[in-house]
């Protein structure tokens, strides 16, 4: 009976945000009937794609006990690097104007690779130097906007926006195939890999372990060091091609891409059920939680509320989340 | 010492936790003026009448007087203000600042200087030497703490102690982490307090120390009063006996084992850490089940999880099976077949979000991933759920299912569940840390089954244990550590209580008339 109580509490917990969500969608609806429709879930879901790659990499972080703050910043220097690399052979204003025309293929590995170096660098700092992550991943944060700076402050380019891509890399971003956009097949076909990873191999399985209880996962056998490695490298990698998208998505690239995306998809991670404390954690309810984030920008954009009034209710829906989180893990240990 | 007036008197006192009755009538009665010796095994009761007094916890039952009035001590600074202090076993002074602060943390004094009020260092300097003076402790006021040796740091909080005004200072194993002349310079200071009319209350599991330094002697066993006896009326024996003096009953599955050949050899081993174990030999047969006894800070621990790889080794050799090995890490303890079953079930064995079925496939599907996956890489539901339901089965888990969280079984099934994890792998040598602590009679006897099973196919099994009828009752033989020394082993036909308690408390080998070498 106090099982089946239980139930109904865990329920009321899981589904509050939702509820929520809900709410919001309706209330906008009312205000303005033309949000339901293709065109509105089209772009909310095109807008939400590069999101959800960060916010599936700040998941692997959540999941194995660490935390991430450098996402953001690793997303705005892999859409200047990889940017940087896909420009047309007869752009005017070319960041290496020596350089011909590349594969496609080059900036989207560039990007990957950035990632998994920084992702490296967090690892090692974190699992290594035990350097608290909160603060490693602080540290790299800067580091990776300083680099980006330096990078695209790089003479002949001193800080002037990136354009003039080749086709092949915008219609990454813009492109559309039967009618849905590239970006959404990408981003879908990413959750299934994430979701394999975690569900179905030993690493996903040894992910949650570490961030369940990191003694005990030591204590069997597991390689703390080397997941928690691993898991920093997938993240990284995941935000680097988030920052190639983005680069393609929007035709440029500034310094200033990816600016708090990490802030974002903690936010989503929380909200989509992770459990702050790490050992918690899927892939549908990290898209759940994207999801409830970009429809709120929006929405509250489409009914002409200014922005601003975006960053009160998502900071309101942190605060919310977290506090049910910790009740809903609290009471149980 | 002729000091007949009671500083504190500690009647009838009961204290229950969930499960557990750790004080069950216990009486302490203190005169000023003597030290007074507080003694029993582990779990006896001791620490809890000691949080009793000191305000940490609240008696069920009882009454305590201070100077013959009756008093109610709620926290720990009323305790203090109405003059006991305790020296806690584990030292936690405030690190980052210096000596004459941390005597006086919540009571600086001020001087008042254009109408603000600023600490007075000049006054808290010499208030702090003249006490120091008092004491004959020489230590610089104003050195940090963090470059104070542990001795330095027990002084500075005796002394913090006697600048509350004193009147009963509780000392919980005191020389525990001291040398020998360190040791010396505490008991000339007990010496001086005592001649000031202070009550010293000595916790030691060191009977010669007692035996040496104290007045009276105080025995407890399962929370209930022995005994108090004048010190010169007693000895070594008669103390140990009073500790010990109890029933053993027959919970045990009577193991008749015939060893077999040396399987696990250790010898020599020191550990890298300062003062955990130096110089353990010991050899472990086929088919046997080791124990091994000691008190608390014996390093017993420290010493099987350096063998389990999870601690740095300074020097000495394990053989298994004949063969040197190097194990630097669990990874490698696994790959050797080795399996360590945790002291701290929450801290180091389960993983509490994570289903039953996850927490015992954990191990197995690290160290055998084809087990799971078949080569593809990806898992195999069905393998796991047949492993973890096997041993859900045999070692009778009792879980809703599965796919239960583990956090929600009781203490019990939890570590059952935690024993299966290590028999998924299989091992030859299974260490087992304090296995049955706070289990249920009923999964307590299910894990010595397990153990006489693994046993009779050949396997090994080591087990500590600070439960005496456990050990006895389990063990072929009895390894006893004191202080990170290895002071003897003991045969079945030669176990007794007495025995293992006197080897527990004295480590010197060469005194130890009970020490027998390895077979």
């Not at chain 1, 892939?283 to 009914?303: D, K, R, S």
């Not at chain 2, 557990?20 to 302490?28: E, M, N, P, Y």
């Not at chain 2, 507080?38 to 069920?60: H, V």
């Not at chain 2, 888990?397 to 019990?412: E, R, V």
Request: aromatic content about 8%; overall charge neutral; some cysteine.
């Amino acid at each position: 009976m106090q099982l089946k109580n239980g139930k109904i509490k865990d329920f009321m917990m899981n589904y509050a945000l939702y509820l929520i969500m809900l709410l919001i969608v309706i209330i906008i609806a009312i205000i303005s009937p033309k949000f339901i429709s293709i065109r509105v879930f089209r772009d909310i879901l095109t807008q939400s794609s590069t999101r959800m790659l960060v916010a599936l990499g700040c998941m692997f972080i959540i999941v194995s006990g660490s935390a991430d703050l450098s996402g953001g910043r690793v997303v705005g220097l892999a859409a200047v690097v990889s940017g940087s690399l896909a420009q047309q052979a007869a752009y005017a204003n070319k960041f290496w104007p020596e350089m011909g025309e590349l594969p496609v293929i080059v900036p989207v590995l560039a990007s990957v690779l950035v990632g998994l170096l920084v992702g490296a660098c967090n690892g090692y700092a974190v699992a290594k130097l035990k350097v608290p992550a909160f603060l490693a991943t602080l540290g790299m944060q800067m580091i990776a906007y300083g680099v980006n700076c330096l990078y695209f402050n790089k003479a002949p380019n001193n800080s002037q926006p990136l354009g003039g891509y080749q086709e092949a890399f915008g219609n990454l971003g813009t492109g559309q195939i039967m009618g849905i956009p590239i970006l959404v097949i990408i981003a879908l076909a990413l959750c299934a890999i994430v979701w394999i990873i975690q569900t179905r191999t030993c690493l996903g399985r040894e992910i949650f372990a570490v961030g369940g209880n990191a003694n005990a996962a030591k204590v069997s056998g597991i390689n703390v060091f080397k997941i928690l490695m691993i898991t920093y490298m997938l993240a990284g990698a995941l935000y680097g091609f988030a920052g190639c998208l983005e680069a393609a998505r929007t035709g440029s690239a500034t310094s200033s891409y990816g600016l708090s995306y990490e802030l974002d998809a903690i936010a989503s991670c929380i909200v989509g059920g992770c459990s702050a404390s790490g050992g918690i954690g899927s892939v549908p309810g990290v898209i759940a939680g994207v999801l409830i984030f970009n429809i709120i920008n929006y929405g509250l954009t489409f009914i002409g509320l200014s922005s601003y009034w975006q960053f009160v209710v998502k900071g309101l829906i942190i605060i919310i989340a977290v506090a049910i989180d910790v009740r809903k893990y609290a009471g149980k240990n | 010492m002729e000091a007949t007036k009671y500083v504190l008197e500690m009647k009838h006192i009961c204290k229950s936790f969930p499960g557990v009755k750790a004080l069950d009538d216990a009486s302490l009665t203190v005169r000023a003026g003597t030290v007074h010796a507080l003694m029993g095994e582990n779990g006896a009761g001791k620490s809890t009448l000691m949080k009793c007094a000191f305000g940490l916890y609240q008696p069920d039952e009882g009454e305590i007087r201070i100077d013959g009035n009756v008093v109610s001590l709620p926290t720990p600074k009323s305790a203090m203000l109405q003059g006991i202090s305790m020296i806690h076993q584990e030292l936690n002074p405030i690190m980052t600042r210096n000596v004459m602060e941390n005597i006086w943390v919540g009571r600086v004094p001020y001087k008042k200087v254009a109408g603000v009020h600023w600490a007075d260092d000049r006054k808290m300097f010499q208030d702090t030497q003249k006490l120091f003076e008092d004491l004959g402790i020489h230590i610089d006021p104003k050195e940090k703490v963090s470059n104070l040796s542990v001795s330095h740091c027990q002084l500075l909080e005796i002394a913090r102690a006697v600048s509350y005004g004193a009147k009963v200072i509780i000392m919980d194993e005191p020389t525990s982490s001291l040398t020998e002349t360190e040791s010396e310079l505490l008991f000339a200071i007990i010496k001086k307090l005592t001649a000031q009319g202070v009550a010293i209350i000595y916790i030691s599991h060191k009977i010669e120390e007692v035996l040496d330094i104290t007045d009276e002697v105080t025995v407890l066993r399962d929370g209930q009063l022995v005994g108090n006896w004048p010190t010169k009326e007693l000895d070594m024996d008669s103390i140990v006996s009073k500790m010990v003096g109890r029933d053993m009953t027959n919970r045990f599955p009577k193991p008749e084992h015939t060893p077999g050949e040396v399987f696990l050899e250790v010898s020599h081993l020191t550990s890298a850490v300062p003062h955990s174990f130096t110089d353990i030999s010991f050899a472990l047969h086929r088919g046997e089940i080791l124990g091994i006894g000691g008190l608390v800070g014996a390093q017993r621990t420290e010493l099987m999880e350096s063998i389990f790889g999870l601690r740095p080794i300074a020097s000495g050799t394990v053989r298994i099976d004949g063969e040197e090995v190097k194990i630097g890490s669990p990874q490698e303890a696994i790959r050797h077949k080795i399996a360590l079953l945790t002291e701290e079930r929450r801290v180091t064995g389960i993983i509490p979000m994570l289903s039953v079925g996850e927490n015992i496939v954990l191990a197995n599907q690290t160290a055998n991933h084809k087990r799971y996956t078949g080569g593809t890489g990806f898992l195999n539901y069905a393998a796991r759920t047949e492993d973890a339901q096997k041993y859900v089965e045999s070692l009778s888990i009792k879980t809703p299912g599965l796919k239960t969280q583990i956090q929600y079984l009781s203490g019990g099934n939890q570590q059952k569940a935690l024993l299966g994890r290590w028999m998924l792998l299989e091992p030859d040598i299974l260490i087992m840390d304090e296995p049955t602590r706070g289990i249920d009679v009923g999964a307590k006897y299910e894990i010595y089954c397990l153990m006489e099973e693994m046993v009779q196919n050949g396997k090994c099994v080591i087990m500590i244990s600070s439960e005496m009828p456990e050990l006895m009752g389990m063990s072929d033989r009895i390894m006893v550590m004191c202080e990170g020394h290895l002071s003897g082993i003991l045969n079945r036909d030669e176990v007794s209580d007495e025995r293992i308690m006197y080897l527990a408390s004295t480590y010197e080998k060469g005194e130890s008339e009970y020490a027998t070498e390895k077979r």
